[in-house]
Antibody, heavy 121, light 106 residues
Framework: EVQLVESGGGLVQPGGSLRLSCAAS????????MSWVRQAPGKGLEWVAN????????YYVDSVKGRFTISRDNAKNSLYLQMNSLRAEDTAVYYC??????????????WGQGTLVTVSS | DIQMTQSPSSLSASVGDRVTITCRAS??????LNWYQQKPGKAPKLLIY???SLQSGVPSRFSGSGSGTDFTLTISSLQPEDFATYYC????????FGQGTRLEIK
């Protein structure tokens, strides 16, 4: 069964740090670009970051550049998101997702169940 | 960044109805457009990719069309399990999503 399982979410104070993990199983993790997508409470979806199969390319949404770092360990079939200098507006459910590349663009499939990050004092 | 605008933002419909949701891009994105369904408390699920290709396992009552700036997701005959929020997403440039369309039971 193809599965992505996130962990590491929780309550953190503004300015604090948190590291999210995503464990992949049931597919060849090392063959896929991977992404983090977040959803603030009651709001829509926002792409956060993605990383190439070998980790050589990484891209971020402007609002997290310099604060978040995406990484992966293909030997452990795991994706990570190191989040520093957290702000209240980073409060969201964070999903990891595999990026499937086709002839016309790419799409997210599958998705993990998400992990909630709450930034509050 | 390319802005994606969905309409309507919410929609009430009945089981058996034909429903169309629209997604408009702020500039041409060819067919680099995908659709997702999200139910409360759950992760999004891919329905349609590359504007009109049906993801494996998705019922054929779902269909997508369009290219350039205007796209539609159509559900030909609403089923009870289709009441959810739907999002479009472009991959032509920096990834962006539409704001979502909430489909509710009338």
């Amino acid at each position: 069964e193809v599965q992505l399982v996130e962990s590491g979410g929780g309550l953190v104070q503004p300015g604090g740090s948190l590291r999210l993990s995503c464990a992949a199983s049931g597919f060849t993790f090392s063959s896929y670009w991977m992404s983090w997508v977040r959803q603030a409470p009651g709001k829509g979806l926002e792409w956060v970051a993605n990383i190439k199969q070998d980790g050589s390319e990484k891209y971020y949404v402007d609002s997290v550049k310099g604060r978040f770092t995406i990484s992966r360990d293909n030997a452990k079939n795991s994706l990570y998101l190191q989040m520093n200098s957290l702000r209240a507006e980073d409060t969201a459910v964070y999903y990891c997702a595999a990026m499937v590349r086709g002839v016309i663009g790419f799409w997210f499939d599958p998705w993990g169940q998400g992990t909630l990050v709450t930034v509050s004092s | 960044d390319i802005q994606m605008t969905q309409s309507p933002s919410s929609l009430s419909a009945s089981v058996g109805d034909r429903v169309t949701i629209t997604c408009r891009a702020s500039q041409s994105i060819s067919s680099y457009l995908n659709w997702y369904q999200q139910k409360p408390g759950k992760a999004p699920k891919l329905l349609i990719y590359a504007a009109s290709s049906l993801q494996s396992g998705v019922p054929s009552r779902f269909s997508g069309s369009g290219s350039g700036t205007d796209f539609t997701l159509t559900i030909s005959s609403l089923q009870p399990e289709d009441f959810a929020t739907y999002y479009c997403q472009q991959s032509y440039s920096t990834i962006t999503f539409g704001q979502g369309t909430r489909l509710e039971i009338k």
